[in-house]
């Protein structure tokens, strides 16, 4: 007699707006059949742990699940975070083949030029379940599509592992993962004292482009709770004495929809878990968050000073706002990290904006190279070991920059995993940083 391994189930995860709850439920109610039979494990934000940091939690999901299932209404539409943050990644990953989305049509809404039109949506024919006279046959409609479609995925799940693998040196984003992060030891040694006492501080990191400021407000907002076997050995992780209570908003300016008031606003409150209110005018933004914020609340700006050039309506009255916040309304629990190429009080004055937020920055750190150390951290990080002839060339040529010192890395591995033993990646490597060579610069 022969017996044979389970699969494990496909990890799904159920981005919804809260208003739609009950539809959520009656769904996970109509996949029970795919849970029994371990063909699917559903996850969705109310299994956060009480305590839990909710956003690491969720984006760990946001970025493992094999399949995101959309639920489709009007307020998930409206959602800041359903819509820009747990959709668009989801898009993101549906397009690099590393997941499956499928959106599903709860409620009657707009849906015209809607990015996830271009997926197979369901149920059937795109009639919203909530239409169906017998919304027991919707949700089975929607079922058997789910099972089809996890019935399909080895192969997506394959290449998701194999890419999360293969991303050992990063040299087209800004690092999103602690484990790939080195140095700056000196930085978040100050950066988490002003974080771990209370009232908690704010700080300005200053440095050129491409310098590192993004990778490093992914690494205080992610590093405390990431767990522990998902860092590279011996890697400290305990800067705060209770990261779980922390709550860690990153606020991008390039993207063009912070540059909307409400919008923002509304980000905001969601990611505070605050009610949001409608219209959400800044009147009503300080009414809900006055008082409220009843955990340890950091907010990263990064790229402010796109917000300040490109954002007319983030002005004067709405920075005066976050001062009085941070200051005066929250009880010492929140505080500001912003990233910039110059100083606040500079680019305050070079945007045209004179609002007292930008003097309330007490501590700010310039980003340079590493040190030595540091950046052998990076290169030793490699898989297959380099030759120190070699880690001298990358040193050297880098500067010590993270981002060429990343660049260099890859170019070395590649030739070794292609068995070249030529000397040609120092030619790629240099044609490849060619385009920073402002970082080499000397101020």
């Not at 491409?210 to 990431?226: A, E, I, P």
């Not at 991008?252 to 008031?261: E, H, P, S």
């Amino acid at each position: 007699m022969t017996s044979t391994i389970p699969l494990a189930p496909i990890d799904v995860f159920i981005s919804y707006s809260h208003k739609d709850d009950d539809l959520r439920s009656k769904l996970v109610t109509h996949l029970s059949s795919l849970k029994r039979q371990r063909k699917i494990a559903d996850w969705f934000d109310q299994e956060i742990e009480a305590g839990s940091e909710w956003e690491a939690q969720l984006k760990e999901r946001l970025e493992s699940s094999p399949v995101i299932l959309l639920l489709i209404s009007a307020d998930f539409l409206a959602s800041d975070y359903c819509y820009d943050i747990e959709m668009k990644r989801a898009i993101e990953r549906h397009k690099l083949g590393t997941a499956l989305v499928i959106p599903i049509i709860l409620r009657p809404c707009d849906l015209d030029g809607s990015p996830f039109m271009e997926l197979q949506a369901l149920p059937q024919d795109l009639k919203p379940i909530t239409q169906w006279d017998d919304q027991d046959l919707a949700f089975l409609d929607v079922a058997k599509g789910i099972r089809r479609a996890v019935e399909s995925l080895p192969s997506i799940e394959s290449k998701a592992k194999k890419e999360r693998v293969a991303s050992v040196f990063i040299t087209g984003a800004p690092i999103e993962h602690p484990k790939n992060f080195f140095g700056r030891e000196k930085e978040l040694k100050r950066l988490f004292n002003l974080l771990k006492t209370h009232p908690l501080q704010n700080a300005a990191i200053i440095g050129k482009r491409r310098s590192g400021k993004t990778s490093l407000l992914n690494y205080l907002r992610r590093v405390t709770t990431t767990p522990i076997d998902q860092l590279r050995p011996g890697q400290k992780c305990d800067w705060l004495p209770n990261p779980e209570v922390y709550r860690w908003i990153f606020v991008d300016f390039q993207d063009v929809r912070m540059a909307q008031r409400e919008r923002l606003l509304r980000f905001l409150l969601e990611s505070m878990k605050l009610p949001v209110p409608d219209p959400c005018d800044l009147e009503s933004f300080m009414d809900q968050v006055s008082g409220n914020v009843l955990h340890p609340t950091v907010i990263l700006l990064d790229e402010i000073g796109v917000g300040l050039r490109r954002c007319q309506e983030l002005d004067d009255e709405f920075w005066e706002c976050l001062r009085a916040l941070a200051t005066n309304q929250t009880g010492g629990n929140l505080a500001f990290v912003l990233a910039t190429p110059e100083s606040p009080i500079d680019l305050a004055h070079n945007t045209g904006h004179s609002s007292p937020f930008f003097n309330i920055f007490g501590y700010t750190t310039t980003l340079g190279t590493l040190t030595e150390s540091e950046a052998r951290g990076v290169v030793n990080s490699s898989p297959l070991p380099f030759a120190a002839k070699d880690i001298d060339w990358i040193l050297n040529y880098s500067g010590r920059w993270p981002l060429l010192l990343q660049i260099l890395c890859l170019e070395r591995l590649f030739c070794l995993q292609e068995e070249d033993l030529s000397d040609e990646w120092q030619q790629e490597g240099i044609a490849q940083i060619a385009k920073y060579s402002d970082l080499l610069k000397t101020s």
